[in-house]
T-cell receptor, first 112, second 116 residues
Framework: GENVEQHPSTLSVQEGDSAVIKCTYS??????FPWYKQELGKRPQLIID?????GEKKDQRIAVTLNKTAKHFSLHITETQPEDSAVYFC???????????FGSGTRLQVQP | DAEITQSPRHKITETGRQVTLACHQT?????MFWYRQDLGHGLRLIHY???????NKGEVSDGYSVSRSNTEDLPLTLESAASSQTSVYFC???????????????FGQGTRLTVV
């Protein structure tokens, strides 16, 4: 089955700085890579996703890059704000291609 | 608006009791999933279903069961609750589009289960 590794487990940045979270996956056939944000006590919510036919996708201050050869993908948040503080999860499809296997999460803290 | 709801939101039960957590979605999604969330482990897949009468085991399925008798519901049953099953449980659903594979999963609000 798919194995997803996520680093770092915690990340602290100053407001306005950039934050980068990295994930690796094991199944070369995986073709969909979402990122979820989970605020304290809330449900995970999708913030951006990328399919394997593109190498980068941007949405305002967030971007995701994908390197299929190396089997890793990254989340980039620019100009961080205190409201970006949350736990972020990467994911990749499991063997059946519909359920998602999640990374262990990164707790991002943006210091004002 | 379409949504996915879980009930109860909080539950305390005793070791050895059978517990059922409900999940209901009005998205008309074909895929439904149950995950548990524990500190340091992220979200781990318990069981999932690709459609009515279809169920599959995830990576942490021991002690849990599900059934899918209609599109909208996927109840999760803990046959004999154990303290190791104290966790936050999330239900999710997604739609599979032809030729596209996985798509966005929408999560319920979560159920916090405590087994004492």
């Amino acid at each position: 089955g798919e194995n997803v590794e996520q680093h770092p487990s915690t990340l602290s940045v100053q407001e306005g700085d950039s934050a980068v979270i990295k994930c690796t996956y094991s199944d070369s056939a995986s073709n969909y890579f979402p990122w979820y944000k989970q605020e304290l006590g809330k449900r995970p919510q999708l913030i951006i996703d990328i399919r394997s036919n593109v190498g980068e996708k941007k949405d305002q201050r967030i971007a995701v890059t994908l390197n299929k050869t190396a089997k890793h993908f990254s989340l980039h948040i620019t100009e961080t704000q205190p409201e970006d503080s949350a736990v972020y999860f990467c994911a990749a499809p499991n063997t059946g291609r519909r359920a998602l296997t999640f990374g262990s999460g990164t707790r991002l803290q943006v210091q004002p | 608006d379409a949504e996915i709801t879980q009930s109860p939101r909080h539950k305390i039960t005793e070791t050895g009791r059978q517990v059922t957590l409900a999940c209901h979605q009005t998205w008309n999604h074909n895929n439904m999933f149950w995950y548990r969330q524990d500190l340091g482990h992220g979200l781990r897949l318990i069981h999932y279903s690709y459609g009515v009468q279809d169920t599959n085991k995830g990576e942490v399925s021991d002690g849990y069961s599900v059934s899918r008798s209609n599109t909208e519901d996927l109840p999760l049953t803990l046959e004999s609750a154990a303290s190791s099953q104290t966790s936050v449980y999330f239900c999710a659903s997604s739609e599979t589009k032809p030729g596209q594979g996985s798509t966005e999963a929408f999560f319920g609000q979560g159920t916090r289960l405590t087994v004492v």
